[in-house]
Nanobody, 118 residues
Framework: QVQVAESGGGLVQPGESLRLSCVVS????????MRWYRQAPGKQRELVAS?????TYAESVKLRFTISRDDAKNSVYLQMINLKPEDTAVYYC??????????????WGQGTQVTVSS
């Protein structure tokens, strides 16, 4: 079994920063791609950032968000600076996990709420 758990969300004012963390645990042989998505009320879930060797970002967060990973800890992080009200959303972690059986599947966390408001 594989579990994905996000943390670090909260309520901040515009211009402030937050750092989200995601830990993948369970029966893991290797983790390939890791991603952060977000979903705002009434909107579709969107890809914010991904990392698998190369790093990619949504245009709306470039130069403000930084994704990183620590493979020794099976973790991925999202450092967010200069937050804006439009960044308000539930942020989800997604990981491609190769299990010892050879099965490769992607797993989602429950999400962590980020609210940017004055």
């Amino acid at each position: 079994q594989v579990q994905v758990a996000e943390s670090g969300g909260g309520l901040v004012q515009p211009g402030e920063s937050l750092r989200l963390s995601c830990v993948v645990s369970g029966t893991i042989r290797r983790i390939d791609g890791m991603r952060w998505y977000r979903q705002a009320p009434g909107k579709q879930r969107e890809l914010v950032a991904s990392i698998r060797g190369l790093v990619t970002y949504a245009e709306s967060v470039k130069l403000r968000f930084t994704i990183s990973r620590d493979d020794a800890k099976n973790s991925v992080y999202l450092q967010m600076i200069n937050l804006k009200p439009e960044d308000t959303a539930v942020y989800y972690c997604n990981a491609d996990v190769l299990q010892p059986s050879g099965r490769l599947s992607d797993y989602w966390g429950q999400g962590t709420q980020v609210t940017v408001s004055s």
